[in-house]
């Protein structure tokens, strides 16, 4: 990460882990620099109305990951962001990723508490800045704090604002915050292109994933009660099949689920449903 080398903060911190998708991409980073920064990676780990619900298995997952590559320079820190703040010391923190709720008043608050933590090379990103979805505010934050500091808006994807809130950066992020308009166009096409290219691989490995799963699927299904079922009709006809599949009689009171089949899971191509091989009776 450009920002990462550029700036070479001692101490990093983010608001907002989830999976760790982007803090697992500072992390990597700061290993391969070996500058010397500090991670923090500050989370409640219960989701949120956007990003959606976090299980303690993501956390336990992610943990896995991360302890082993990066522990022994940062740390998954569960708690609110307001509940972090007495961690850090006034003025300790060089590079801020704010990456919470992204409403106005959620990102307002989260930058407007954190802003004394910052340093004098105190450099805070904001993430989303070109979302514009109801209930998305950061742009509408961006648009107000940008007009207060040095900075530089990368549009591509959701967005990205790099906001210097110091007074003292190295001549790298200078450089970035000064440039002109012709400059500033090839910084961002540049950026653009890196991430197509990054999301390119990154879908190529997901996509390869998904498939070395679709390769186990034949067999799962040749397993399956539907296919028990299928070979069923086959051998013993139309009535023969009914009658060994056909419901259990229903008890008084009792209602049946017109989704399930034979109190058996609803008809999906979803492997773990097709995968359950329920015997037919
Ligand atoms: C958009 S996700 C972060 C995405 C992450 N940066 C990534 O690369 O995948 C937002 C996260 O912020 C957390 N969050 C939101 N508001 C919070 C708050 N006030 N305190 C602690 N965590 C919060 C949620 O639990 C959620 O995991």
């Not at 991670?39 to 990003?51: L, N, P, T, Y």
């Not at 998904?210 to 397993?223: D, G, R, S």
Request: glycine share 10%.
């Amino acid at each position: 990460m450009f920002i990462v080398s550029a700036l070479r903060p001692g101490v990093l911190v983010e608001l907002g882990v989830y999976r760790g998708t982007s803090y697992c991409a500072f992390c990597q980073t700061v290993k391969k620099l070996g500058f010397g920064t500090t991670c923090h990676g500050v989370d409640s780990w219960e989701g949120d109305g956007q990003a959606g619900q976090v299980s303690a298995v993501d956390l336990a997952r992610l943990k896995a990951h991360h302890d082993p590559l990066y522990g022994s320079f940062s740390e998954l820190v569960q708690s609110t962001f307001d509940g972090a703040l007495d961690h850090f010391a006034d003025g300790s923190i060089d590079l801020l990723h704010i990456d919470g709720y992204h409403s106005y008043e959620a990102v307002s608050h989260d930058f407007e508490s954190w802003l004394p933590k910052m340093s004098e090379r105190g450099v805070v990103l904001f993430h989303d800045v070109n979302v514009r979805q109801s209930g998305f505010g950061v742009w509408k934050y961006w648009e107000e704090v940008s007009a207060k500091y040095k900075h530089l808006t990368l549009l591509h994807g959701h967005g990205l604002g790099v906001l210097g809130v110091g007074s003292n950066f190295p001549e790298d992020v200078r450089e970035l915050f000064d440039a002109d308009k012709n400059d500033l166009l090839t910084i961002r096409n540049f950026f653009h292109q890196l991430g197509a290219r990054i999301d390119a691989i990154w879908q190529y490995h997901s996509q390869s994933e998904q498939f070395a799963e679709l390769k186990t699927y034949e067999a799962t299904v040749k397993k399956s009660w539907v296919m028990r079922a299928y070979r069923m009709l086959r051998f013993k006809g139309l009535a023969g099949f009914t009658r060994k599949i056909r419901p259990a009689p229903m008890k008084s009171g009792e209602k049946r689920d017109e989704s399930s089949f034979n109190g058996l899971p609803p008809l999906t191509n979803d492997r773990h449903n097709v995968d359950r091989g329920v015997e037919t009776r």
